[in-house]
């Protein structure tokens, strides 16, 4: 298996530009990373981004907030910003209590400039689009990699094409993207489909692919990572045993491997001290899972998906051959949960203060089923990831929420209803 948790430092290759180069994660092959746009190696094999110098915790001391804070882990000293990362590490007792752990925090990157960790990418995704000189950046979306792109292309003054699929993509994230001036195309399939297309598209050179297929995003989605372990250890006094997180195309666990990985090859974190990634997907929408349980070393494509948390309504992970060394060289696992289930994980994370989208609640979902199957030990101390923010789909809010009370325009009336103390 590539990609091991204890390989070796990699030799810096000739094609390296400022220390940074492209690597091939199966042949190994390399390429210059700002000389020509390469989105996969030879055969279609996805490509890391690798560096001469990996960093150490000491590396980001006195080094601001947010993502460009962990610029030692980044091929750039700042990019495109908003700027973002520096997301709440919330507690959330009522949820550890039931589910009965030693100790459970949620980081909801929910809290990013447009309300989801996907900003993290296109920070650097955008800053490196701008030293490849292109002009015109697009993505295929399920709603907020569209929203993030578009805010990030305004800031950068770039064209922004976003392929969604129509009718699957929750409204505040389709207003988010036409509001920062992005061509929204709805594209009669789902949202494999509309990857597709866009890598078509990218490959014809005509657009610039900011989906995580594209190796840089998931270097800004790293400092979910690292911002989980410093903070977590400041405030707990150890590194998290597990870290759950929604599944979709898998960049995310792609990313928070990579994170950990570089850290345990610096020497900054013994690879006994790495999180296990833990995967969670919604039980209509579950290659990731399906690949896990039957150790199969990559996925199976499913044609049809479905289910309310539409940002992970995805059935051909690309990153799935960065992510499933992930989950199992930490020592992870992976669970789907059911549609009803991760409403009821929302209405948990909302009885908190706690608001995010379908999707993120994925995660809470799913360290309950995998605390009641007894994966999941009493002792563990466990960060949940909510990926998006609760305005993005106010049409599950509202059905997962109780229903607002018609009351007359009077104060003894409206005292009535309510039931005086
Ligand atoms: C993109 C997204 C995901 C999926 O993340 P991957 O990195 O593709 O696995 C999960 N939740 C939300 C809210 C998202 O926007």
């Known amino acids: 298996m590539s990609l091991k948790l204890s390989a070796a430092a990699p030799a810096v290759p000739a094609e390296a530009q400022n220390g940074v180069w492209l690597a091939d994660i199966e042949t190994g092959e390399t390429y210059a990373p700002f000389d020509e746009i390469r989105y996969t190696g030879e055969d279609g094999n996805l490509l890391e981004v690798r560096y001469a110098e ?42 550890r209590d039931e589910i009965g752990i030693n100790s459970l925090r949620v980081k909801h990157e929910g809290m990013n400039p447009t309300g989801s960790f996907k900003d993290r990418g296109m920070t650097v995704g955008v800053r490196v689009a701008k030293e490849l000189g292109v002009d015109r950046l697009a993505c295929a979306s399920t709603g907020n990699t569209s ?4 805010a990030y292309g305004a800031r950068g003054g770039m064209e922004t094409l976003v392929l969604l699929p129509a009718g699957k993509v929750a409204s505040g994230k389709i207003a988010q993207a036409a509001l920062h001036d992005a061509r929204i195309l ?16 990218a490959q014809k050179g005509e657009v610039y692919l900011l989906n995580s297929l594209n190796p840089f995003r998931l270097e800004g989605q790293k400092t979910i990572g690292i911002e989980i372990l410093e903070r977590f250890m400041a405030e707990e006094g150890v590194f998290p045993d597990r870290i759950v997180l929604p599944v979709g195309n898998a960049g995310n666990t792609s990313a928070l491997y990579k994170a950990f990985r570089e850290l345990v090859q610096s020497g900054a974190l013994d690879p006994t001290e790495v999180p296990r990634l833990t995967g969670v997907q919604a039980a209509g929408a579950a290659p990731m899972v399906e690949a896990v349980e039957h150790g199969w070393d990559g996925i199976q494509r499913w044609e049809s998906v479905e289910t309310r948390a539409t940002a992970i309504r995805i059935g051909n992970p690309v990153n799935a051959p960065k992510a ?31 608001g995010v989208e379908p ?28 990926t998006g923010h609760l305005l993005k789909d106010t049409d599950e809010a509202f059905k997962a929420g109780g229903d607002p009370e018609p009351v007359a325009n009077d104060t003894d009336a409206v005292l009535q209803h309510i039931g005086a103390k």
């Open 54 to 95: 990996l960093p150490t915790f000491a590396d980001f001391k006195g080094q601001g907030r947010g993502v460009w804070r962990y610029h030692a882990a980044l091929p750039f000293r700042t990019g495109v910003t908003l700027p973002e990362g520096d997301t709440p590490l919330h507690k959330a007792p009522r949820i």
């Open 147 to 150: 929203a993030a792109l578009a």
């Open 186 to 201: 709805e594209v009669d399939g789902n949202f494999d489909n509309c990857l597709d297309i866009v890598q078509d598209l």
């Open 324 to 354: 499933l060394p992930g989950i199992r060289e930490t020592g992870g696992t992976a669970v789907d949960v059911s549609d009803d289930e991760i409403t009821d994980a929302q209405q948990s994370l909302a009885k908190e203060g706690i």
């Open 359 to 386: 999707a993120s609640a994925a995660s809470i979902a799913g360290l309950r089923k995998l605390r009641d199957r007894g994966v999941v030990d009493s002792t563990e101390n466990v960060v949940c990831l909510t």
